[in-house]
Structures are given as C-alpha cells and as structure tokens.
C-alpha cells in the first residue's frame, strides 16, 4: 500500500488580531415600541438592551464585513496575500449557493483562499474559531480569517412582540495563526436537534416564494432562556476545565450578547470572581448573533477595560440548537 503524506502544522494556533464593524444607524428602545406593545423600561430590565443598530441605507452585510475584516487583517500585520483560508459564519446571507466567502474574499484580495460559510446561529463565530484553530495546527492553513456576521434586522418581524426588540446587525473578525504557545483552548461544542423550534425561520424559502410572505425569525423566548441559564451554563464551565483554568484565573467573560439576564444567570453559575471583566455591548448593540462575540472582544479591548494577553472564556449558543467555546488568550 502507498503511503501518503501527512500535512504538519504549527504545534499551536492564537488569535492574532480583531476587528469589528456595526451599521450606522441607531434604534432606541422607544422608536422600537412604536411597532410593538412594549416599554423601555420592560426591554432594558429583561434583556439590557437600551438601543441597537440596523442596516441603514448604502449599508449591507457584505460592507460590514469588509469593514471588520479589513481592520483584523491590517492589526494582524498582514497583507491580503498571506490569508489561506476564509471563514464566514453568518444566516444571514441571502444566497442558497455560492457562499458569502469566496467573493468576499476576492473582494478584500486574498486569492485562491479556501473559502466557506458556516451556519452555527449565534455559536458561528465559535465555530469558526473551532475549524480555524484545528486547520492551522493541521497545517492545512496558515492564517485563517474568521468572521462572524449577521444583518437580522433583515430577517426581524418589527411587529413581533417575542422577537422586535432583541436582534440586531454587526460584523467582527479575527486572524487566527500559528504560534509558539498555545492561545485557543479545546472547543466545547454540541447541538440538540430535540429543540430546532427554539428559535426558527417562520417560513423556508420553497413556502415563502409560493405564500408571498417573507421569512422572519421566531423565538420561543422561554425554553431559549432555560438552556441557556441551565445546560449552557454546565458547558461554559467545561470549557475553563478542558482548557485547564480555574475561575481566579481568568481575566474577561465573553458570552454571546443574548441577553444581560442569562449573562448574569452564567456568571452566578460559573463562581467568576468580581474582578472579571464581562462583556455587556448587548446595551449599545442588541444581539447581532455570529458578530457579538468578536464585537464585544474588540470593544474590551479598544476600551482598555480587556488587554491583549489576558485570558478570556467565550461561549456562544442559539438556533438549532447549537452551542460552541473555548478560552483563548486576547489578541
Ligand atoms: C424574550 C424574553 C425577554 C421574554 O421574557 P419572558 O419573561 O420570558 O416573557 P414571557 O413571554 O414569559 O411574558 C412575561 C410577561 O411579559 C409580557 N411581555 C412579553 N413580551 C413583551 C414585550 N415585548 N414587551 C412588554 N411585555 C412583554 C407578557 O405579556 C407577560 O406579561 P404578563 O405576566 O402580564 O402575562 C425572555 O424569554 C428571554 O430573555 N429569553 C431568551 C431569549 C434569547 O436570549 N434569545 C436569543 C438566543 S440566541
């Protein structure tokens, strides 16, 4: 038998660098109670968000994540021709085939990267960070971009009460590379296909061409918040075990910017002592999905309140339902 050749990597992966991009224009909590029987007051104390930003005219997903790419690729040092792999997680691109990847990629002048999407919801970016890490330590790829990117204003019902007021649009991305130590932990990850009518697509396309009504995003608000502040609590604490880390010794709580509420459920859950620095941007941008997370992570840092070095947990989990972690040291 012959024998073939195995590719070798980098006996480790980090991320090099982020970047982040969030549309222009702003929406508070009372221009969206002009659509919905609801409160300021109701949506901040329920799920922290105080405004959120939505696509505004000449905007799009494919220019937030330029935006955002353009940023990660610039900090990482690098130029467009040492990227070998383009990852975009994100539902909400509105082509069945081809991907968002590829033409994006074209767009930012990598050439003949391999270039993919990944549909994980809200654990996209995790995901993402996942395949990146194993590829360059495989030695299938060098430096891998990921982003993680939604426009769910495009896909929100603006008159359901269940939904409106929560989801929103954004792009963030990083570099991952190969590196002398490790900087991304072992990813904790699974699904539960029991619960796909957590969170769904109202309508598939097939039906939606033949009823005439756009698809919108449904979300049984309950069971989300059960899983999330019971089984997702148990999986972000196996990340810090897997990866070898007591709660002293972590430093930022990036989980995906749901809800303040289950932020605060997981941090009671997971002991995080008070000098933690945890990401709340879900004030400032609503829960823009596959984006909150690498959002969040560039506005600790650029803020100052996160420094690059310092050991973070991540967690994201939604649609599918899906889930996806890991603590990686900040770029
Ligand atoms: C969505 C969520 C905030 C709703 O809160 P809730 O407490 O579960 O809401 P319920 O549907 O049980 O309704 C409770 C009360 O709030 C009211 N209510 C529901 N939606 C409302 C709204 N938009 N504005 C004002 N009141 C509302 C209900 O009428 C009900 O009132 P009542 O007690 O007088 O009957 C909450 O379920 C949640 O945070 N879920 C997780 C969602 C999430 O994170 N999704 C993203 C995952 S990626």
Same mark, same amino acid.
């Given at each position: 038998?012959?024998?073939?050749?195995?590719?070798?990597?980098?006996?480790?992966?980090?991320?090099?660098?982020?970047?982040?991009?969030?549309?222009?224009?702003?929406?508070?909590?009372?221009?969206?109670?002009?659509?919905?029987?609801?409160?300021?007051?109701?949506?901040?104390?329920?799920?922290?968000?105080?405004?959120?930003?939505?696509?505004?005219? #000449?905007?799009?997903?494919?220019?937030?994540?330029?935006?955002?790419?353009?940023?990660?690729?610039?900090?990482?040092?690098?130029?467009?021709?040492?990227?070998?792999?383009?990852?975009?997680?994100?539902?909400?691109? *509105?082509?069945?085939?081809?991907?968002?990847?590829?033409?994006?990629?074209?767009?930012?002048?990598?050439?003949?990267?391999?270039? *993919?999407?990944?549909?994980?919801?809200?654990?996209?970016?995790?995901? $993402?960070?996942?395949?990146?890490?194993?590829?360059?330590?495989?030695?299938?790829?060098?430096?891998?971009?990921?982003?993680?990117?939604?426009?769910?204003?495009?896909?929100?019902?603006?008159?359901?009460?269940?939904?409106?007021?929560?989801?929103?649009?954004?792009?963030?991305?990083?570099?991952? #590379?190969?590196?002398?130590?490790?900087?991304?932990?072992?990813?904790?990850?699974?699904?539960?296909?029991?619960?796909?009518?957590?969170?769904?697509?109202?309508?598939?396309?097939?039906?939606?061409?033949?009823? $005439?009504?756009?698809?919108?995003? #449904?979300?049984? $608000?309950?069971?989300?918040?059960?899983?999330?502040?019971?089984?997702?609590?148990?999986?972000?604490?196996?990340?810090?075990?897997?990866?070898?880390?007591?709660?002293?010794?972590?430093?930022?709580?990036?989980?995906?910017?749901?809800?303040?509420?289950?932020?605060?459920?997981?941090?009671?859950?997971?002991?995080?002592?008070?000098?933690?620095?945890?990401?709340?941007?879900?004030?400032? *941008?609503?829960?823009?999905?596959?984006?909150?997370?690498?959002?969040?992570?560039?506005?600790?840092?650029?803020?100052?309140?996160?420094?690059?070095?310092?050991?973070?947990?991540?967690?994201?989990? #939604?649609?599918?339902?899906?889930?996806?972690?890991?603590?990686?040291?900040?770029?």
């Amino acid at each position: 038998m012959t024998t073939l050749k195995a590719s070798t990597g980098s006996p480790y992966a980090r991320i090099l660098s982020v970047g982040s991009a969030v549309p222009s224009r702003v929406l508070d909590n009372e221009y969206m109670c002009q659509f919905i029987d609801s409160s300021d007051e109701w949506i901040t104390q329920r799920t922290g968000i105080r405004e959120r930003r939505w696509l505004a005219e #000449g905007e799009s997903l494919e220019s937030l994540c330029l935006d955002a790419a353009t940023t990660a690729i610039a900090r990482a040092g690098l130029t467009a021709s040492e990227i070998d792999a383009v990852l975009v997680s994100t539902v909400s691109w *509105y082509h069945q085939t081809p991907a968002l990847a590829p033409s994006l990629a074209t767009r930012l002048g990598i050439t003949d990267a391999a270039a *993919y999407d990944i549909s994980a919801a809200c654990a996209g970016f995790c995901y $993402g960070l996942a395949q990146a890490e194993a590829l360059v330590r495989a030695g299938q790829a060098r430096h891998v971009l990921v982003i993680g990117a939604e426009t769910l204003s495009q896909m929100t019902d603006i008159t359901d009460r269940a939904t409106a007021f929560l989801f929103a649009d954004g792009a963030g991305a990083v570099v991952v #590379g190969p590196s002398q130590t490790n900087g991304i932990g072992p990813v904790v990850w699974g699904s539960d296909g029991e619960q796909t009518d957590a969170i769904w697509q109202t309508n598939d396309w097939k039906h939606a061409v033949e009823q $005439g009504t756009w698809p919108s995003l #449904g979300m049984n $608000g309950r069971a989300v918040f059960k899983w999330a502040t019971s089984f997702i609590a148990g999986a972000a604490s196996t990340c810090l075990e897997r990866s070898g880390i007591t709660p002293e010794e972590l430093d930022v709580f990036i989980p995906h910017q749901a809800n303040n509420r289950i932020t605060d459920t997981l941090l009671r859950y997971l002991k995080l002592p008070e000098k933690v620095v945890v990401a709340r941007t879900i004030q400032h *941008y609503g829960n823009n999905s596959a984006a909150s997370i690498p959002i969040a992570m560039d506005a600790l840092l650029s803020s100052g309140e996160a420094k690059s070095g310092q050991t973070a947990l991540m967690i994201g989990f #939604g649609a599918g339902l899906v889930y996806a972690g890991q603590v990686v040291t900040l770029p």
